[in-house]
């Protein structure tokens, strides 16, 4: 082989070599800075929540201990009895997404308000599983990324979402398709060394430009909206309609909250229009206990408000399931 055609296929091999460095060093310094749309500041918080917690680049933060019986945790990370990817021949299945309400907080697993509703279901005859997927502090962006990536093998029928009212952080992770450019655009979302790079520039241009200059520390930049001709969508509004993409039921909690009374920090103009709201707050309320019944805290549920805000989600699915 001639030299100057050895230097003209070394040079690639050589660039590649340094930007495969170059990335994994982006990767050590940068590593809680993965996902533009989890801020650090909340990654950081739940990272310093516990020892069963560790950070994840897409979700922020996740169980490391798996399964872990004394939590009733089993090896996919649900506080379910162990659950088999493969779905019973004729059986229904939703997950329950949400922070540590969703997860129970406080109680016993079989008290959480998952398991209680799928005992309720069961008893009316229904073959269902209602899989607790909470864990603390999720919000809808890890509901949504959980939809897209983690729960979809396991074929959900319907899905809970009990997340707090804020609809933030908006999700700016690239679409999921198989095409050669959504895998380009994701390969770049995962790239440090990419997000790096643009907020370099990003701060170059707002030093020379007199202006205020960008924390680096923080994940703020994202890549060009999927959405350029409009304001980019709520989490919400891309849960449902991923869901409706893949005939997937989805029931949303009002999010019940105990003050000096029960109120709710979901309403439907929080949600995509006809999305299927249900109203447990109103529900808690009508039981005339006093809210330190009903609540172990401002939003973690005693085993007595749990059993309320169940018999709510078990009424509407099980409407839904007879109406399938």
């Known amino acids: ?24 060093g982006a990767r050590v310094l940068l590593r809680e800075a993965a996902t533009v749309s989890v801020p650090e500041d909340m990654v950081r918080a739940h990272l310093g929540g516990g020892a069963d917690i560790v950070y994840d680049p897409l979700l922020g933060w996740r169980r490391k201990v798996v399964p872990n019986p004394s939590f009733g945790i089993d ?25 540590s309400q969703t997860f129970g907080a406080g109680l016993d697993a079989d008290d959480a308000y998952a398991a209680v509703t799928e005992r309720l279901l069961r008893a009316d005859g ?3 599983e209602v899989i607790n997927a909470g864990l603390s502090g999720y919000r809808s962006i890890q509901a949504l990324r959980l939809m897209q990536g983690q729960l979809a093998v396991f074929e959900p029928d319907f899905v809970v979402i009990d997340c707090q009212g804020q609809d933030s952080p908006h999700d700016a992770l690239p679409p999921q398709g198989a095409g050669w450019r959504d895998a380009a655009q994701r390969g770049l979302f995962e790239s ?7 907020l370099g520039v990003e701060q170059g241009a707002a030093r020379l430009g007199g202006m205020e200059k960008r924390n680096l520390a923080l994940p703020e930049f994202s890549l060009p909206s999927p959405f350029p001709a409009a304001p980019m969508p709520g ?21 019940p909250f105990g003050e000096d009374h029960v109120r709710a920090l979901v309403g439907a103009e929080d949600l995509p229009s006809g999305a299927h709201l249900v109203a447990t707050a109103s529900a808690l309320e009508r039981t005339g206990q006093r809210v330190d019944e009903l609540f172990l805290d401002n939003n973690h549920l005693s085993a007595r408000g749990s059993e309320v805000v169940a018999g709510e989600l078990a009424a509407a699915i099980g409407a839904w399931a007879g109406g399938r």
């Open 126 to 128: 229904l073959d269902v």
């Open 1 to 24: 082989m001639r030299p100057a055609l050895r230097r003209l296929l070394f040079a690639p091999i050589v660039l590649l070599g340094c930007l495969g460095a170059a990335e994994c």
């Open 235 to 255: 989490n919400h509004d891309l849960i449902q309609a991923w869901a409706d993409s893949h005939q997937i039921k989805v029931f949303f909690l009002d999010y």
């Open 75 to 99: 090896s996919h990370g649900f506080r379910h009895a162990e659950v088999a990817v493969a779905k019973a021949p004729g059986a229904l299945r939703g997950f329950a997404l949400g922070d």
């Open 192 to 198: 440090r060394l990419y997000r790096a790079t643009r």
